[in-house]
Every structure is written in C-alpha cells, then in structure tokens.
C-alpha cells in the first residue's frame, strides 16, 4: 500500500511508524512543512493511562519516550495568597521537540520515508497516487477544509484568550496560579518538561485581556506583562517566547472522520482543551487505533475507517465533554472570588468529573481532611468527618447532615387531605438518617393542585397528618420540609402514573397562569391572572404557611419552579404579560416576590424558608443565566435560606440534558455568582457524588431519590 501522511506532528509520525512496523512492505511518506527540529509550544503532558497504549504499540519508542519524561505527583494551586498543594496525582511530560525527534528518529529506522521543509497546498500534489492517505495537519488542517462538505466540521471558537510561552523556572508540580489585577483575572498553567525548563500558559478573559491593553501589545510586551505580573513565582526567572501570541482556543469536531481514502488523525479531527492536556495523548491514541484498522482491513478501507471511527469517536467525545467543563471553569473563574484556597483547590480539582472526593481521599489523605476539616468548619478535628455528614445550620435549625430525601407523588389525597399511605412514605423516609425529608407538592389552594390526588394546605383541618409527621421527623433526628406550590397551568391532570400533564377527562377545574397559554396543546388554556386573583392567591400562599408553622414543619420550600405558577410568573417563555407583572425581569419577579415576603412574615422568623427555582428553561427565549442568578439574588435578598436548583419543565417543548450530575453545573453557578446555599439533585446517585459537590462547594445540600438510597 502506499500511504501518504500530511503533518509530521505527534499524530502522524506515529501513525507512520506503527503503519510500516505492521507491514514493511507498505510505502510510507510524511510530508511537513517545518524543519526537523522547528516546533511550536513547549512540552506536553501526559496521563499514565496513555502509557500502557504506547508500550504495546511500539516499545522502543515508549523506552526513549519513558526514559525522557520529567515525572511529578504534586498540584500546587496559587490563590487567594496562599499555595495550597495536593498529591498523589501522576504526572509525566516531555518536550514536544524532544517527541518528534524520538518519533522522526524511529519512523527512519523502520524506513517511512520523511520529508520536511514542503508545504502541501492541496491533496492532490503530493499523493494523487497514493492508496491511503491521513491527513494529521492539525488544529488548521487543509485537508479538512478542502473536504468539508463529507466531513462536516464544526469549529468552535472559546472566548478566552491564552498564550503559551516556555520558562527557565524548574517546577516540581503542576502549577495553578490565580492572579487578581485591576482589569481581572490572570490564570496560569505551568508544570515542568524537563530538569530546567517547564510550559508556562498564561489564559484570561477577552474582556480582562483587552482592558489590559494586550490587544495592542506585540510579542515583547506581552512577555514583559506577564514577567511582571507572575514575578513572585518566575522569582528572577524567565518567560520564553517562540513565536508565542495570544490565541484563542477552538474546539474542533468533524461529524466524519473520513472521506474517500483520505482520514483524519489527531487535532485535524478533534480538539479538546488545553486546561485538560490531554492532545497529544488523544491523536497518539488515534494513531494507535488507526494503524490497527488498516492492519485488519488491508484492502477493505471503508471498513478500516468504520472501525477507527467506531473506537475512537466515544473515547475523543468523553474526553471534549470534560475539555467543555474544564475550559468552561477557567473561564468562570472570577465566580469563586472569597473562596477558601482549600476549598477553591478542591473546586479545580474536580471541575471535570473526572476525579471526586474519594479519588483525592486515595490520592491525598490530607489534603482531603484539611477539605472535610473546612466543610465541617471544624479545623480542630483529627479526623473530620466526610463532607455528607458535615451539619448545617440554617436560622434556629441545624440539619444533621447533608442529604436530603425527596419523597415522590402518588396523587393519593383526597380533597387535599394526605393519605395514610402517603404519611407512611414521608414517615419511613425520616427513618433513613437523611438530615432533612422534602415532600411531594403540597397545594396553596384548592385549583393549585396538580392532580385531584395532590394534597393541599388550604383548610385548618388538612393540618393534622403534617403536624404528627413534623414530631415524628425531630423523634427520628431528620427534619421534614414542605414543599408549598400553586400547579397553575399544570394543574387538573390525571394522577401522574397514567402519564405526566395528561389533562383530566372530567372532574377539572379552571386554571390560573401568567399568561393565557396553554401548557401542552391538549392542556386547558389557563386564565392570566387579575389582580384580585393575585392577593386572593398571595394571601393563600400566607395562610398555607401559618399552618404548617402551627404544625411544627421545620423547613418550607416554596415552588418557584416547575413551570408551576410561580413559576411561570419567572419564565419569559411562559410569561407573557404586558402589564407591571410580565416584561422584564423584575415585571416577572414582582408577583413571586411578593408571595416570598407574605409567606416569609407569616413564617417563624427562626425557621428557614427555602425556595426552588429554574436555572434553565433548556428552552430557546427562555431564562438566561444571568437572570437566574439575578432572581437567586432577590430571593435571597427577600428572606430566602437556601434554594433549591432546578432546571426545565417550564414548557413541555424543552430539550432536557440530562446528563450525568445535570443540575450541579447549575447549582455552582447560582451558589458561587449569587452568594446562597442551594439544594441540588439530579440523578446524584452515590455518597461519593454527594462528597465531591459539597467539598467542592458546588452545592450545600444534595436531594436524593430514596429509590436509589439506603441511608447515608
Ligand atoms: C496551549 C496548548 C497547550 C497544550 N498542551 C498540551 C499538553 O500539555 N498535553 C497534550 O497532550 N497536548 C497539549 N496540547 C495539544 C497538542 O499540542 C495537540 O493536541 C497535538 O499536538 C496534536 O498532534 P497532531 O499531530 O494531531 O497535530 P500537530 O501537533 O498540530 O501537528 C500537525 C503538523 O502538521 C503540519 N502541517 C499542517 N499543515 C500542513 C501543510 N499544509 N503542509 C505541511 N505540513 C502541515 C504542522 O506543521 C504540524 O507539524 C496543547 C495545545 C495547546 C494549544
């Protein structure tokens, strides 16, 4: 076969060299555009997962590149005036020019033939006559361009601006340093390649980078800026520049990795982010999996294809998911501004999921304690305890510990009032250990209900089985938390276990919303509330409240989500008022404001109110994020303890993303932006998943699912 490989970086020689090692008979060319020895970057990093893969392909390459890395186990996190270290991470890296001469060096001794110094222009100059040919030309490739229409790309630009530069300074951890200016953050990402020289990336915000003056600066002064401002760490070292500018990031992903005979290898195919370091690692790894393809179908190159794309395309899809969250955290990182160093370490640590609280206990016991020492805000404990079980005061309560147990509807009450068996459920859930129980939807008012079977709190005599399950909740050492809501326009439905929003048959009632828009197309059209409506509600909401205060309720949680009510009063998808109560966000808030401040003076000022709110319509026009952390700061502003975060359902045409631990990313973002304790749930399923969002400081509280626990 003769196999022509544009771009002669770590994707392609290596390609080349396993290409001609499984079959010498293959006529293997790269051609590249550089000198031998040109490079841009410093040195790369590599994972020891990547290792084993390297080894089996090519073991004298993996002996020279082994024997060559500079290996550390430390992260030291600069912040907030402090180096806070965590260990027991393994880390290797190399120089990138030290790479490629391994790799040039092994592609002549097994005889692929190399020339550099030739630009290709297009693919049919140099290898028309060629059988195979892979197209490893990197984040810019030609050959993606030219084969556009079969691959598909998309090219996604990130807003922040980086530059890569070298430095003299010997490191002997990977180095996190968070510097404030007058202009924002400064981020650097350093670790060393070898025994005097190590990568120093500088990253910031394009708003930062540009009220900085370093659009304007040439290469020069862009490393005199930086010299100066990481001065205390370079202590008298230098930066070193190698054709270094300010770049942003682009993620690539091709729908295709092939078209024809020509396919796609390393950074031509995908990108993922730098602050995961994970590149070259991954177009190694194609090499690997593409030079094996070709080895099983030599003369079939479609199914060749097929199969590389078939094992490769999950792996680079997990691993731009993390790059996503990963990028996305450096770029937010101004929101954990007040942090605790320790806790904001730990935050970095596992900003990709990749790596959680019993993962860092394994690798560093004691950075773990000093974690779980912070969250328990018991600096004085040998051994604390895990962050779960960590109390939480709010007001005059404390909660025992931070699970709370959401105990499901099975629409059983009868005229509001709740069924035995539904009392039974609540009451087995206190019995778990969980710090705090959080009940089904309990109604304001009658035409609040979601389904005939909801139970409500708009009669003194509705009272009684809340009163006897609060007792019974402080016997067992938990609390109960009622959950208080108006269905609005998803009331008068059938009992959920015969479908979600079905509308009743008969037997409805009318319903109240924002707006006279219906919920689904076969729902009722609700009546946009009067002003009348809106007291006669509010001083429901306020009633409801006094009585499950009598009742000894320790916590309520109002329903501001849900595309319930209130709800829809919030959303701008489901509100759409032109009056004082719709239109702009604070149009929006006024009414559920208002029922916040009724319900928070007929509350027990000892006793914490909490609220739920939408995070996200995951609807095109609807909430933003901006304003949901606006609407978190006016709840909180307004008497609001603790919210609870929640994302979608505002309207029955929204595109969920359930993906694992789907509403921590938004719990994060209105805890840490609008300074209140959330609640967050979402499929969190494993005390190890609880630990990690609460020493990470992305949530306070974790709502389980009690099918899916045992007790902590
Ligand atoms: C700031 C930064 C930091 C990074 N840090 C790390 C890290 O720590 N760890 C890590 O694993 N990865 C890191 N990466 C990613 C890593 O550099 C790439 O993923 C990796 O180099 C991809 O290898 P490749 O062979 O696919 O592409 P490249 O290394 O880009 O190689 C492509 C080659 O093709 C040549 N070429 C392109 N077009 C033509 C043409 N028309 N004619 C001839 N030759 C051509 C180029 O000159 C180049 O040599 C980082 C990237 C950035 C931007």
Request: proline share 5%; charged share 25%.
């Given at each position: 076969m003769r196999i022509g490989v544009l771009g002669g970086g770590p994707a392609g020689l290596y390609f080349a060299l396993l290409a001609k090692r499984a079959d010498p008979a293959h006529e293997v060319t790269v051609v590249e555009r550089n000198a031998p020895d040109a490079t841009f970057g410093w040195g790369v990093v590599f994972s020891e997962e990547t290792l084993g893969a390297l080894r089996d392909a090519d073991y004298p390459s993996y002996v020279e590149i082994t024997d060559t890395f500079a290996r550390w186990n430390a992260i030291d996190v600069v912040y907030g005036g402090r180096t806070v270290r965590s260990r027991g991470h393994v880390f290797s890296a190399i120089a990138r020019r030290r790479l490629l001469e391994i790799l040039q060096r092994r592609c002549l001794q097994v005889g692929v033939e190399?020339?550099?110094?030739?630009?290709?222009?297009?693919?049919?100059?140099?290898?028309?006559?060629?059988?195979?040919?892979?197209?490893?030309?990197?984040?810019?490739?030609?050959?993606?361009?030219?084969?556009?229409?079969?691959l598909r790309p998309t090219l996604d630009v990130h807003r922040s601006r980086f530059v890569w530069f070298g430095s003299d300074l010997p490191l002997d951890a990977f180095t996190f340093v968070f510097r404030p200016t007058s202009h924002g953050m400064f981020q650097v990402h350093a670790y060393p390649f070898d025994a005097d020289t190590s990568t120093f990336i500088v990253e910031t915000t394009e708003a930062t980078w540009k009220a900085a003056g370093l659009d304007q600066a040439g290469e020069s002064e862009s490393i005199a800026f930086c010299q100066e401002l990481f001065a205390p760490e370079l202590g008298g070292h230098k930066l070193l520049s190698n054709r270094s500018l300010w770049i942003s990031f682009v993620t690539v992903r091709c729908q295709s990795w092939h078209a024809g005979n020509v396919v796609l290898l390393g950074d031509a195919a995908h990108t993922a982010h730098f602050t995961i370091g994970s590149g070259t690692k991954l177009a190694m790894e194609d090499a690997v999996a593409l030079s094996q393809a070709v080895a099983r179908h030599p003369t079939q190159l479609e199914a060749a294809f097929t199969d590389y794309e078939l094992e490769r395309q999950p792996v680079v899809e997990r691993f731009q998911e993390a790059a996503r969250d990963s990028a996305s955290w450096f770029e937010n990182a101004r929101r954990y501004d007040g942090f605790d160093p320790v806790q904001f370490a730990c935050n970095l640590l596992t900003r990709s999921g990749r790596i959680g609280h019993l993962e860092l206990t394994r690798r560093d016991p004691a950075f773990a304690a000093t974690v779980d020492r912070y969250v328990a805000g018991r600096l004085d404990l040998l051994v604390p305890p895990p962050p779960l079980f960590a109390p939480l005061g709010q007001r005059a309560v404390t909660l025992a510990n931070r699970v709370a147990l959401a105990v499901g509807a099975e629409d059983d009450a009868a005229d509001g009032r709740l069924a035995n068996a539904a009392a039974g459920r609540l009451a087995q859930a206190t019995t778990t250990g969980a710090g705090v129980v959080v009940s089904e939807l309990v109604a304001a008012a009658p035409e609040g209900r979601v389904t005939p079977g909801t139970p409500g709190l708009w009669a003194d005599d509705q009272a009684a089985p809340w009163a006897a399950l609060a007792r019974e909740a402080a016997e067992q050492g938990?609390?109960?938390?009622?959950?208080?809501?108006?269905?609005?326009?998803?009331?008068?439905?059938?009992?959920?276990?015969?479908?979600?929003?079905?509308?009743?048959?008969?037997?409805?009632?009318?319903?109240?919303?924002?707006?006279?828009?219906?919920?689904?197309?076969?729902?009722?059209?609700?009546?946009?509330?009067?002003?009348?409506?809106?007291?006669?509600?509010?001083?429901?909401?306020?009633?409801?409240?006094?009585?499950?205060?009598?009742?000894?309720?320790?916590?309520?949680?109002?329903?501001?989500?849900?595309?319930?009510?209130?709800?829809?009063f919030l959303s701008p998808l489901a509100n759409r008022r032109r009056d004082r109560f719709g239109g702009s966000l604070e149009g929006r808030l006024r009414l559920p404001l208002r029922v916040v401040d009724a319900v928070r003076d007929a509350w027990p000022a000892e006793r914490p109110l909490w609220a739920a709110v939408t995070a996200t319509d995951w609807a095109r026009g609807g909430l933003d994020p901006e304003e949901a952390v606006a609407t978190a700061r006016a709840l909180a502003g307004h008497g609001c303890d603790l919210l609870q975060v929640t994302a979608g359902q505002t309207t029955a045409t929204a595109r969920p993303d359930y993906g694992r631990l789907h509403l921590v990313g938004w719990s994060d973002l209105i805890r840490n932006e609008a300074a209140v304790p959330t609640?967050?749930?979402?499929?969190?399923?494993?005390?190890?998943?609880?630990?990690?969002v609460l020493a990470a400081g992305r949530a306070d509280l974790c709502l389980l699912d009690p099918r899916r626990y045992n007790g902590p």
């Open positions: 190399l020339t550099f110094h030739r630009e290709v222009p297009d693919l049919d100059t140099w290898f028309a006559d060629h059988d195979l040919v892979v197209a490893a030309d990197g984040v810019n490739s030609t050959a993606r361009r030219l084969l556009e229409p079969h938990s609390a109960l938390a009622l959950r208080l809501g108006h269905a609005g326009r998803r009331g008068a439905t059938r009992p959920r276990r015969r479908g979600v929003d079905r509308p009743l048959a008969d037997g409805g009632w009318p319903l109240l919303a924002a707006s006279a828009v219906a919920y689904t197309p076969a729902a009722q059209v609700p009546r946009a509330m009067d002003a009348a409506e809106m007291d006669r509600v509010t001083a429901a909401f306020a009633a409801a409240a006094r009585r499950a205060a009598d009742a000894g309720v320790e916590v309520l949680l109002l329903d501001l989500a849900h595309g319930y009510l209130l709800g829809g609640m967050v749930g979402g499929n969190l399923t494993t005390a190890d998943e609880v630990n990690t």
